[in-house]
């Protein structure tokens, strides 16, 4: 099982409290996801975002912040302007 694995920053503090801002995450590249994961996710292409990836009843995705300052974003699918990349699997931050 070849697994691939980068690192990125917490770009903001959307997932406050699970993750701050500049906190360093761990992601694993992925194709598929599950409700609840935290996912990786490019929108139009920007940077990239963290956000709970949740699967609706009637088959759309919603892409969730933590943080309620922040919004939510629901989508028929995974297509050119939302691209989900990968699983946040380990949180490393200083003290």
Avoid: W
Avoid at 40 to 61: L, M, P, S
Wanted: proline share 4%.
């Amino acid at each position: 099982s070849n697994k691939y694995y980068f690192a990125m920053k917490a770009p903001d503090n959307s997932m406050y409290p699970q993750f701050i801002e500049n906190d360093t995450l761990i992601i694993e590249k992925a194709n598929e996801y599950t409700s609840g994961m935290f996912v990786a996710v490019h929108i139009n292409r920007g940077d990239a975002i963290i956000r709970t990836f949740i699967k609706n009843k009637d088959g759309t995705i919603t892409l969730k912040p933590i943080n309620p300052e922040y919004s939510s974003i629901t989508c028929k699918s995974i297509n050119e302007s939302i691209r989900i990349f990968g699983i946040v699997k380990e949180m490393r931050r200083k003290i």
